[in-house]
Structures are given as structure tokens and as C-alpha cells.
């Protein structure tokens, strides 16, 4: 067993095993800043004002830097690294140059297989042409841009800040400096969006010629800005009918312009498995990943931990030489079937019989007669049906008894 410093006297200790080698690492990094808040937004993200002076964005890359060597120092054996994945927060607030910095980081302590996957998540209106040449340069693969809605109002509503164009621009401008991988993110059921608001984000999204996009269906979290307005009872809360009708519409539309589903709220170009953002892939099939930064998740050798949320302790913490660990979790088997399930069936290609238990065996043969969900291939899939009540799915699996 390996045995990691922890962060402070009574924080956990991280003690992984040694995996297989042939294991796929995938490494996640968290920027925590962003240069405004969203009203929808629960992440763990911090706005200039929130920080003051306690952290930047050279005191979190030193940190980083340090984060990643002791991550290395950890892992029994090193693997090399499939899948990278930068996100926030808002990424592209570091600039070309900063990302690459962090790219730089990470090849100093680990190694990148030759067709690694290197995606950052970035705010359109902190991107340009020489943003995107930039970003080539330093190894990214691929780019997922935050567009949310065309819509004026609904960008309003969700206090987004940057026009409604400016991200398809963005996507053109990413596809034009070689990238051959581009994300839009969508969020639907809005209060207030209209049918044809979604219409019209729509058509910015295919005429972007973008080959994943995610669409979401926008959750009210407890303590945001969007929260409180709808306890107050400013706007109402999104609809349940409405949002089934939304995620219809998005995927007809998408189906039909040969992006197809590859989990629930994600579809990539039909006929390119490069498509699909193999890091999130990793995540749904309970791969390894190392989480970097103020409060990032991991998950290695069935093990999940995660750090402290707070860049300034987060930061601290590592310029003592100590993880910054705030939690650790040896999964029972019992926890790994459960994620297993959560995971698996909101796949395309759904969970394989051998992956259920017998009680569970029976339940899906009920959804199986409810037109929930279908046998494929011995595997249960979710119909078109079960994909709007897929929270439901998993539920009746796992009360199976």
C-alpha cells in the first residue's frame, strides 16, 4: 500500500493500492476562477471580489505544480495519462499562455500518450483567434464553449454575460485554428425561454458545424442567485412537462442533423468515436482519474477523495508539502454497484445483465413492459421514453429487493 501525507493532522490519509498498469489515467484540473458569478451556478468558483487578495492565478499554478508532483509521487505504478481535462471556473480567464503553463505542469510530472485527449472548457467572450492558435500549440485536442442559449432574456435570466453570437463565433474561430473537436453547451427549461428561444439556439448550434454538443436541463441548486429569485417568487421554477418537451425538440433536432446520444445529455457525430469526449467517458465507467486543484475529485484503485474547496487552503496546504486532502472514501462493493447502475444506464449502450443483480434482472424486465427501457444484445437500454425519466430507471433498479 502507499500511504500519502494528508493536508493537516486531523485531515484523512490517502492510502491507494497498486493498480494495474494497463488502467486508464485520466487527470482533471480546477480552475476557480471566474470573472462573474452565474445565477444558476453551485461550483466551486470565486469571483475577484470574493477572493480579495487570499489567491490568483500564479499562487493556484504553484500550487498546481506542486499538486501534480505529489499526485505522481502517489500513484503505484505512474501510468501515462489518456485523457486531460481543464475545467472551472472559467478557464480561458488564464489566457493561451497560462493553459499551456498548465500543460507544461503536467508533462513534468506525467506522461501523455501519443493520442491523448486535451480538452479546456472556455468562456466565449475570453477566447479569440490567437486564444485558440494558441491553445493548439500547446497540445489541447479539443475545446467545450459555454453557450447556454441564444436568447437574450435567457442569458439574462441565467446572468450570463457574454452576446448571444459570440459563441458560435468562437466555434468557428476554434474549427478554423485546427481544432477538430468543439463542444457547445446548451441549457434548456429556463423559466421564461420560449419553444422558439430553443429553436433558435438550435440553429446557432448546427450552423456552428460543432461535432458534440451537451444539453442539460437547468437544475435550481440550493444557495444560488437562482435559488433564492425563484423563492421569492421572482420567476418560476423550470416545469417538468416543459423540460421533457425541451429535451425532445433538442434531440430530434440534433438526431437529425447526425449527432446522435451517447449519454443522456450528450450527443456526438454519428460514425466518429473520437467524437465523444472520452474523459466524461472515463468518469461514467468508473475509470481512474486524478482530480488537481480547490476542490477536485478523484477516484483511483476504487478510492474516492477530494480536496479542500478554498484556493488560499488549498495552496497552503501544498506549500507544506502535503495533499490538501479534505475527504477519502474506500468504495464498498455494494457502493461500486451503485455507481455502476447510476452511470451505466444513462449510456446508449446501457448496463450489461451480468452487471445486475437478480432482483434487478426482474425490475428491468417491468420497465422492459413499461416501454422504460428494452433487452439489447443482453444488455438494458434505455427507450426514448425511459431517457426522460432515466433518475426514475435507476431508482426502481436499485430498490430491486
Known amino acids: 500500500m502507499t500511504a500519502v501525507v494528508p493536508s493537516a493532522p486531523d485531515a484523512p490519509a490517502l492510502h491507494l493500492g497498486r493498480v494495474d498498469p494497463a488502467t ?43 499538486e501534480l508532483r505529489l499526485a505522481a509521487a502517489a500513484l503505484d505504478p505512474v501510468r501515462p495519462v489518456s485523457t486531460v481535462f481543464v475545467g472551472g471556473g472559467t478557464p480561458s480567464l488564464l489566457g493561451a499562455d497560462g493553459l499551456a503553463q498548465v500543460m507544461d505542469a503536467i508533462r513534468a510530472s506525467f506522461t501523455l500518450v501519443d493520442d491523448a485527449e486535451v480538452t479546456t472548457e472556455s468562456n466565449p467572450e475570453s477566447t ?35 452576446s448571444p453570437g459570440r459563441a458560435v463565433q468562437a466555434a468557428r474561430e476554434a474549427r478554423a485554428a485546427g481544432f477538430a473537436h468543439v463542444n457547445l ?56 412537462d416543459v423540460l421533457a418537451d425541451r429535451y425532445e425538440a433538442v434531440d ?5 442533423a447526425g449527432l446522435d446520444w451517447y449519454e443522456v445529455s450528450n450527443w456526438a457525430r454519428a460514425g466518429d468515436p473520437t467524437a465523444r469526449c472520452a474523459h466524461n467517458v472515463g468518469y461514467w465507467d468508473s475509470a481512474d482519474w486524478w482530480g488537481v486543484g480547490p476542490g477536485s475529485h478523484s477516484h483511483v484503485a476504487g478510492v474516492r477523495f477530494a480536496t ?32 455502476r447502475v ?60
Open 308 to 339: 479542500v474547496k478554498h484556493p488560499a487552503r488549498h495552496a497552503a496546504a501544498l506549500a507544506e508539502g502535503r495533499l490538501p486532502l479534505a475527504t477519502v472514501e474506500a468504495l464498498t462493493d455494494d457502493e461500486r454497484h451503485t455507481e
Open 128 to 162: 479569440s483567434p490567437e486564444f485558440f492558435d494558441g491553445l493548439r500549440a500547446a497540445g489541447f485536442t479539443r475545446v467545450s464553449l459555454g453557450m447556454q442559449s441564444a436568447a437574450p432574456h435567457v442569458l439574462a435570466t441565467l446572468d450570463r454575460v457574454h
Open 185 to 240: 453547451d446548451v441549457i434548456y427549461g429556463t423559466p421564461g425561454e420560449r419553444a422558439s428561444d430553443l429553436d433558435a439556439t438550435l440553429d446557432a448550434v448546427l450552423s456552428a458545424d460543432v461535432d458534440h454538443v451537451s444539453a442539460y436541463a437547468l437544475i435550481v441548486e440550493d444557495g444560488t442567485a437562482l435559488a433564492r429569485r425563484v423563492r421569492r417568487g421572482e420567476i418560476p421554477a423550470p416545469d417538468d
Open 24 to 66: 486508464p489515467l485520466g487527470l482533471y484540473v480546477h480552475v476557480p476562477f471566474c470573472a462573474t458569478r452565474c445565477g444558476y451556478c453551485d461550483f466551486n468558483t470565486y469571483t475577484p471580489g470574493e477572493l480579495g487578495t487570499s489567491s490568483s492565478p500564479s499562487s493556484w499554478l504553484s500550487a498546481v505544480r506542486t
Open 342 to 401: 447510476m452511470l451505466a444506464v444513462r449510456r446508449r449502450e446501457g448496463i450489461a445483465r451480468s452487471d445486475l443483480r437478480p432482483a434487478e434482472v426482474a425490475v428491468a424486465d417491468r420497465l422492459c413492459a413499461d416501454g422504460l427501457t428494452a433487452w439489447r444484445d443482453d444488455r438494458v437500454v434505455l427507450s426514448n421514453r425511459g431517457r426522460l425519466l432515466a433518475d426514475a430507471v435507476v431508482r426502481e433498479l436499485l430498490t430491486a429487493d
Open 252 to 256: 430530434a433536432r440534433l438526431s437529425a
